[in-house]
């Protein structure tokens, strides 16, 4: 067994145990944080993959915006979920069983493509020389020629998306939060600290003298 060998098992175990974990986990950010390493070690195995692209897609886009959201969402929500949880063990035997079943499908299905007699090559011979192959480099090449259309067209649409949820979220509603730049230009020193002159020292309050009256026999 050679060293990619034996990383692809390594990462694949971390994988599945931060996978099991984040639907395991009663502390919903522990489970977020848990889901963060599944996608650390899916693009550790994109990169053995000689995929590199999706490699550091999967970390920028999933891991640096998607799974802090996620972490803010939950810790700003403070969501408890021991109520949806109850019930997880009692149906867990069906839901491995229907996990396991998808498994196997999904292995007979892609088990022709683990089977390669040699690795695919990334350099191509030009006459003497080899031509060393960059999947992002030819990606690029692709993206910005032949679809470059359609990534315009995907471009515009969600720069639509963007305006139009700015401007949902800064409408003035009542229960809206937002906060207006140019009154905290426009605000002084006055308007936040007020100073009030007080006494070093103050005088104890006298005792206040209680009587008690005996009852007579």
């Known amino acids: 067994m050679d060293a990619n060998t034996g990383l692809f098992y390594a990462f694949a175990a971390v994988l599945l145990f931060a996978a099991f974990k984040v639907i395991t986990a009663r502390n919903p950010v522990h489970a977020a944080l848990y889901l963060v390493l599944a996608f650390f070690q899916a693009s550790a195995l994109w990169i053995l ?19 802090v959201l996620f ?20 149906h867990f035997p069906l839901a491995a069983g229907v996990g396991a079943l998808i ?3 999904m292995a007979a299905v892609l088990m022709g493509g683990f089977r390669l007699s040699e690795a695919p090559k990334s ?25 470059l259309y ?3 067209v995907a471009a515009a649409i969600l720069l639509v998306a963007m305006i139009a949820a700015i401007a949902l979220t800064l409408r003035q509603r009542k229960d809206s939060k937002a906060i207006n730049p140019s009154d905290q230009i426009r605000v002084k020193s006055t308007d936040r ?17 209680v009587v008690v009256e005996e009852k007579k026999a």
């Open 49 to 67: 993959l000689k995929a590199e692209f999706l490699a550091i897609a999967l970390v920028l886009v999933y891991v640096g915006a998607v799974m």
């Open 150 to 152: 359609p990534l315009e």
């Open 193 to 209: 600290v007020r100073l009030v002159k007080m006494n070093p020292t103050m005088a104890a309050p006298e005792p206040v003298a």
């Open 103 to 105: 498994a196997l499908e």
């Open 123 to 147: 350099a191509v011979a030009v006459g003497e020389t080899a031509v060393q192959l960059s999947n992002t480099k030819e990606l690029g090449k692709v993206l910005y020629s032949q679809y």
């Open 71 to 90: 972490l803010f969402v939950v810790m700003m929500l403070d969501i408890n979920l021991d109520g949806a949880r109850k019930g997880f063990w009692k």
